[in-house]
C-alpha cells in the first residue's frame, strides 16, 4: 500500500462522518447479535427476515360481509335494529348513515329489506368498517404470538375510497400453508367459573353458550365507564342462574366471583353487579349480560381486549381465502445470498470514490 493511499485512508477515518458510520455499524452488529435472543438465533440474530428471504406463506382473506350507506327518515339506531332482525343477522351502525352487516348479503337481496323498513341504499361495498378491520388485526395478531409464529406481517387492504377494508393479507416466515390456514381458524377455550369456597372454583359454561358479543361501549350512555355486553342461549343462561344461585352469587356476590378464562388464564374477574341482577337471577335466568372493565382510556382498552377473549380468539366477520401463496426455504436462500453480494459490491464500488472525494476536497481548501 502506497502513502498516499494509506494517508488518504487515515484522512478518510478520521472524518467525522465516516467515524459516526463506523460506529452505526457496530451499534448494528451488537443489537443483532449480541444482545438477547440474538446470541440463540444464529447467522439470523435478532433479523427478522420476512418472507421473501426466510421462505413462508402469505394468505390474503377476503371478508363475508357489507357496508351500506343508507337513507332513512326513521332513527338510525331503531332503523339498524329492524334491519338486524329482519335479516337474522349481526348489524353495526358505526356512522349515522352507514351500516356494517356482518353476513354475505347481495344489493339485491339487500334492497327489498331496506324499502319495507323505511330505508334506501345508497352505497354497497363489501368488506368491512375500519374498527371491525383493526380488531380483526388484533385477533390475529394475538393468535399469531401465542403460537410462537415470528417474523409475521399482518396488512389490511382498503378500497379506492379509503373508508372500507376489503382484504387482510397475512405474510408468515417460515410457516407452511396448512400451518397458516389452522392459525387464521384457530379457536381458543373459552370457559366461564364461579368462585365457590376460598380461592375453588366451578365450572359454569363454555364459550359456545356465548351466542353474541357487542362491541365496547360506556354504560350508562355518556359516562366515562366502558364495558362489553353478551347475550347466553338459554341453556347457558339456565346454568349461569343455576351456579350463581347454589354457590351464593346471588345472596353474597363480593365473596363468589365470576371468573372468565381463557385456555386456563383467567381473563376477567368480578362480582355480580349491580345488585338487581343478583335480585333478578334468584328468580330468572338472564340472558342478556355485561361485563365492566372500567373508565377512561384503560377501561376502553381493556373492554377491546375482553371482547377478544369472549369471542375465544373467533373473529367478529366471517372470512374466506381470497389467495395464498408459498415462497420455499431454497428461494429465500437464494435471495440471502444474492443480498449479502449486493451489499459487498455496494461496499467495494462506493468507498473508494468516496475517500478519493474527501482527499480532494480538502486538498482544494489547502
Known amino acids: 500500500m502506497s502513502d498516499d493511499t494509506t494517508s488518504g485512508l487515515i484522512t478518510t477515518l478520521k472524518d467525522w462522518r465516516v467515524a459516526v458510520m463506523l460506529l452505526l455499524v457496530v451499534f448494528s452488529v451488537v443489537s443483532i447479535y449480541v444482545i438477547p435472543p440474538g446470541i440463540s438465533n444464529g447467522m439470523t440474530g435478532n433479523l427478522q427476515l420476512g418472507l421473501d428471504l426466510e421462505g413462508g406463506s402469505w394468505i390474503q382473506l377476503s371478508f363475508q360481509s357489507e357496508v351500506v350507506r343508507f337513507d332513512t327518515d326513521e332513527n338510525p339506531e331503531a332503523f339498524a335494529a329492524r334491519i338486524g332482525e329482519a335479516l337474522d343477522a349481526e348489524v353495526f351502525l358505526f356512522e349515522e348513515d352507514r351500516l356494517e352487516i356482518r353476513a354475505p348479503f347481495t344489493r339485491e337481496e339487500l334492497e327489498p329489506v331496506f324499502a ?64 397458516a390456514q389452522e392459525i387464521v381458524g384457530a379457536q381458543g377455550k373459552f370457559e366461564i367459573r364461579i368462585q365457590t369456597i376460598g380461592n375453588e372454583t366451578e365450572h359454569v359454561l363454555y364459550g359456545d353458550s356465548i351466542k353474541s358479543v357487542s362491541t365496547p361501549t360506556q354504560s350508562p350512555p355518556g359516562s366515562d365507564v366502558w364495558g362489553v355486553g353478551f347475550t347466553l342461549s338459554q341453556e347457558g343462561a339456565v346454568a349461569f342462574r343455576e351456579a350463581a344461585n347454589t354457590h351464593g352469587a346471588t345472596s353474597n356476590p363480593d365473596a363468589h366471583e365470576i371468573m372468565m378464562l381463557l385456555d386456563d388464564e383467567i381473563v376477567y374477574s368480578a362480582s355480580l353487579n349491580p345488585p338487581q341482577l343478583a335480585a333478578e337471577l334468584k328468580t330468572a335466568p338472564v340472558r342478556e349480560l355485561r361485563a365492566t372493565t372500567g373508565a377512561g382510556e384503560e377501561g376502553l382498552e381493556d373492554a377491546k381486549k375482553l371482547e377478544i377473549h369472549l369471542r375465544a380468539g373467533a373473529l367478529p366477520v366471517d372470512v374466506q381465502i381470497a389467495g395464498s401463496g408459498t415462497v420455499s426455504a431454497s428461494l429465500g436462500e437464494h435471495f440471502k445470498v444474492m443480498s449479502v453480494i449486493a451489499g459487498i459490491l455496494a461496499s467495494w464500488l462506493l468507498l473508494p470514490r468516496y475517500t478519493t472525494g474527501i482527499v480532494n476536497r480538502r486538498l482544494c481548501f489547502r
Not at 139 to 158: H, M, P, Q, Y
Request: proline fraction near 0%; aromatic fraction near 4%.
Open 116 to 179: 319495507e323498513n323505511g330505508g334506501s341504499i345508497v352505497t354497497y361495498e363489501n368488506g368491512v368498517s375500519k374498527d371491525t378491520a383493526d380488531q380483526i388485526k388484533l385477533i390475529l395478531e394475538n393468535k399469531v404470538n401465542n403460537l410462537g409464529t415470528k417474523d409475521a406481517r399482518i396488512n389490511t387492504i382498503t378500497g379506492l375510497n379509503g373508508g372500507v377494508t376489503q382484504y387482510i393479507r397475512l405474510e408468515l416466515a417460515g410457516v407452511d400453508i396448512a400451518t
